[in-house]
C-alpha cells in the first residue's frame, strides 16, 4: 500500500508524521509524508521553533509528485494537525487529484481539534474548516469522543450517545468513524475504550487506561487504523490491530519513564501485534 500523508513534522519527539510514518513503513508499507509545518518539538511544551509552512509550499510539494506521474498509485490519503486554516485547500485538492487518478483511494482524516482535558487547542478558525469542509469528503475519521461531539454538536458520553454521534457523523459523509477515546460513565474504573463505527456495525475494545499524556498516539492510531482497514477490509480486525499496537507503545512509554513516545523502541507491537484484547460488537 502507498500512503500520501499530509501532517506535521518535528525533529525532537513523535507527533504527525514524526509518528505515522515508521509504524506504516514498519508494517512494509510505502509512505510519502508530505510537512505542514516543520517545528523543533511539539506545541506541548509551550514553546517551540521552526516554521509554519505556507499552504502554496505544502501545494507545491503536492504537485511535484503529481509531476513525477505518480498519484494513480496512492491508495490512502491520510491527515493530521493542520497548523494553519489554509492547509485545508491544499488537503482536499490533494485528495480530489489523487481520487481523481484512482478512485478506490480513500482519505483519512483526523481532525485534530483538542480533547476533554485542554479543550481546544488549534487555531479556532480550524475546527468549524474541519466539520464543514474536510469530513464530508473523508471516507474514514478517527475523531476523540471530544472532537466527536464538535463534530456532530453532541456531548456523547455514554455508549448509545456515542453510536448515535458516530452515525451523525457518518450522515456527513465518511463511511467509518473510529472513535478513539470512549469514556463513558458505566464502564468499568480505570479503563478507556476504542469504537469502529460504520454502516455495517460496531465494535468496541477496552484496555486499561495508563496513567499518562502521550502526544502523537492518535497520530499513530490513525495510521495504523488505516493500514488494517485496507489490509483487511474488516473494521474489527482493523480495531484489534490497532489497539494491541497502540497499547503496548504506550505501555513501552510508561515503563522507559520518557514523555516522548517509544516508537522505535515498540517497533515489533506494529510489526507483530498481540491482539490481546477482546472486541465486543455492540451493534
Same mark, same amino acid.
Given at each position: ?13 513523535? /507527533? ?8 506504516? @513503513? ?16 511539539? =506545541? ?6 521552526? &516554521? ?6 505544502? $501545494? #507545491?510539494?503536492?504537485?511535484?509528485? %503529481?509531476?513525477?506521474? +505518480? ?26 487529484? /489523487? ?6 483511494? =480513500?482519505?483519512?482524516?483526523? &481532525? ?19 466539520? #464543514? *469542509? ?10 476523540? @469522543? ?14 448509545? #450517545? ?5 452515525? *451523525? ?9 473510529? +472513535? ?10 480505570? =479503563? ?7 454502516? %455495517? ?12 499524556? $502521550? ?27 490497532? +489497539?494491541?499496537?497502540? !497499547?503496548?507503545?504506550? @505501555? ?14 515498540? @517497533?515489533?507491537? !506494529? ?5 490481546? !484484547? #477482546? +472486541? =465486543?460488537?455492540?451493534?
Amino acid at each position: 500500500m502507498k500512503v500520501l500523508s499530509i501532517q506535521s513534522s518535528v525533529a525532537y519527539g513523535h /507527533v504527525g508524521n514524526s509518528a505515522a510514518v515508521f509504524p506504516l @513503513q514498519r508494517l512494509g508499507h510505502e509512505v510519502w509524508p508530505v510537512s505542514t509545518v516543520v517545528f523543533s518539538n511539539h =506545541t506541548g511544551y509551550g514553546a517551540w521553533r521552526g &516554521p509554519l509552512l505556507p499552504p502554496t509550499d505544502v $501545494a #507545491e510539494v503536492i504537485t511535484g509528485i %503529481e509531476d513525477r506521474g +505518480v498519484l494513480g498509485q496512492v491508495d490512502a490519503v491520510l491527515s493530521g494537525y493542520q497548523g494553519g486554516s489554509g492547509i485545508a485547500d491544499v488537503i482536499l485538492d490533494a485528495v480530489a487529484r /489523487v481520487k481523481a487518478a484512482n478512485p478506490a483511494a =480513500t482519505y483519512t482524516c483526523d &481532525p485534530v481539534m483538542g480533547n476533554a482535558t485542554s479543550g481546544c487547542f488549534v487555531d479556532p478558525a480550524i475546527p468549524p474548516i474541519i466539520r #464543514e *469542509r474536510v469530513v464530508p469528503v473523508a471516507d474514514v475519521i478517527t475523531p476523540n @469522543q471530544f472532537e466527536l461531539g464538535f463534530l456532530t454538536g453532541t456531548e456523547p458520553r455514554t455508549l448509545e #450517545e456515542t453510536l448515535d454521534s458516530a452515525d *451523525r457523523a457518518m450522515a456527513m459523509g465518511p463511511s467509518t468513524v473510529l +472513535v478513539t477515546s470512549v469514556a463513558r460513565p458505566d464502564a468499568p474504573a480505570d =479503563t478507556i475504550e476504542m469504537m469502529a463505527v460504520t454502516g %455495517e456495525g460496531a465494535w468496541i475494545v477496552q484496555t486499561p487506561r495508563l496513567p499518562m499524556k $502521550a502526544n502523537g498516539s492518535g497520530d499513530v492510531t490513525a495510521a495504523l487504523f488505516t493500514a488494517h482497514l485496507h489490509t483487511t477490509g474488516s473494521p474489527a480486525q482493523a480495531l484489534a490491530a490497532t +489497539v494491541s499496537s497502540v !497499547f503496548d507503545l504506550l @505501555q513501552a512509554t510508561l515503563d522507559s519513564g520518557e514523555r516522548e513516545l517509544r516508537l522505535i523502541a515498540a @517497533q515489533d507491537a !506494529f510489526a507483530r501485534p498481540q491482539m490481546q !484484547f #477482546e +472486541v =465486543t460488537q455492540v451493534r
